[in-house]
């Protein structure tokens, strides 16, 4: 019976046969777990007067192959695991840090990573470990991690707010549903603005990989940053409501006589501007005189997201 005795390195293994007492320098080539090795080095030492067997502590941990393991176990869980445990602990401790700034909304690039790994691993006491370029290229891909444009941006504020805000629409959908019944889909209406650039453009047009400036011609530079604004209206059964609320920006908040006389106009729009392309509170009156009220029918209800100037529509 091969029993493993531990406590001073000076003590020797008495196994059944010396000649297949394996290589205290032999290295583990199957990863495992350092909570399987804690169990296993626990289980070891639970005898009453000494260790359990060898034989004993096997058949209850399978992945255990020889009596040296359990003494480079028992090494490995006083400084904290093995290097691979390490690695796996600072990985691991690298993907929780991420997900929790994804569900804050916080902006992550690749040095976030690397200051996350390399504080970690100072606890860890594994000092040769650098966190690579390659460790870093190899760890977004194994968690499917890729660099991704920001399509949409959002307060701090907001996000803090958000689950007020999903309360606050939880409430809002049953009590507008009873509308529903008596007063109609069709007088029921939603109205918000949507913005647009004067010139559309791709954020990420195809090239050459390794080139260092992708450039493209636009018909404009002010274009690009100048942009107009649409006020649709539409009823709960899906019709639009007309006429279209336009409002352009220019910086005198006013169309000039040149601009009026070379713009097309229709009769189904209406045109108006402001230094900023936005809706202020002035032109939400101008849209409900000359668009809502004269062209939605007797006692509708109109919806309106949180909005700055529209808060206190009797002011209105």
């Not at 777990?33 to 060898?54: A, E, H, M, Q, T």
């Not at 090494?75 to 600072?90: A, M, T, V």
């Not at 910086?251 to 097309?264: I, Y």
Request: net charge positive; glycine share 4%; aromatic share 10%.
């Amino acid at each position: 019976m091969m029993y493993c005795i531990s406590s001073l390195p000076s003590e020797v293994i008495v196994s059944e046969s010396s000649s297949n007492s394996p290589d205290e320098n032999t290295i583990e080539r199957e990863y495992i777990d350092i909570g399987y090795k804690k169990k296993s080095v626990n289980f070891w030492k639970s005898g009453k007067k000494r260790p359990l067997s060898f034989k004993s502590v096997q058949s209850k941990f399978r992945k255990l192959k020889n009596c040296v393991q359990l003494y480079s176990w028992e090494e490995q869980i006083k400084s904290g695991g093995s290097r691979i445990d390490k690695l796996n602990s600072i990985a691991n401790m690298t993907l929780e840090k991420l997900v929790l700034a994804q569900n804050r909304n916080i902006i992550v690039h690749d040095i976030n990573l690397r200051r996350w790994v390399l504080q970690e691993k100072q606890k860890l006491n594994l000092e040769e470990f650098q966190a690579s370029h390659t460790w870093l290229r190899k760890f977004k891909q194994a968690h499917n991690i890729v660099s991704r444009k920001t399509r949409k941006f959002i307060t701090r504020n907001y996000s803090d707010r958000l689950t007020d805000i999903n309360a606050r629409a939880d409430e809002f959908a049953p009590n507008v549903f009873q509308y529903f019944h008596s007063h109609g889909a069709a007088n029921i209406f939603k109205s918000d603005q949507t913005g647009f650039q004067l010139e559309m453009h791709s954020g990420r047009p195809l090239s050459w990989k390794g080139e260092k400036h992708t450039q493209s011609v636009i018909q404009s530079s002010s274009a690009m940053t100048h942009s107009y604004t649409i006020q649709p209206t539409i009823s709960a059964d899906g019709q639009l409501l007309s006429p279209l609320f336009i409002v352009l920006k220019e910086t005198s908040s006013k169309l000039g006589p040149r601009v009026q006389s070379r713009m097309f106009t229709a009769p189904n729009v209406v045109i108006k501007a402001s230094t900023s392309g936005k809706l202020n509170k002035g032109l939400l009156r101008q849209w409900l005189e000359s668009v809502f009220f004269p062209h939605s029918p007797e006692n509708s209800i109109l919806l309106l997201d949180y909005w700055t100037h529209g808060q206190d529509m009797t002011e209105i």
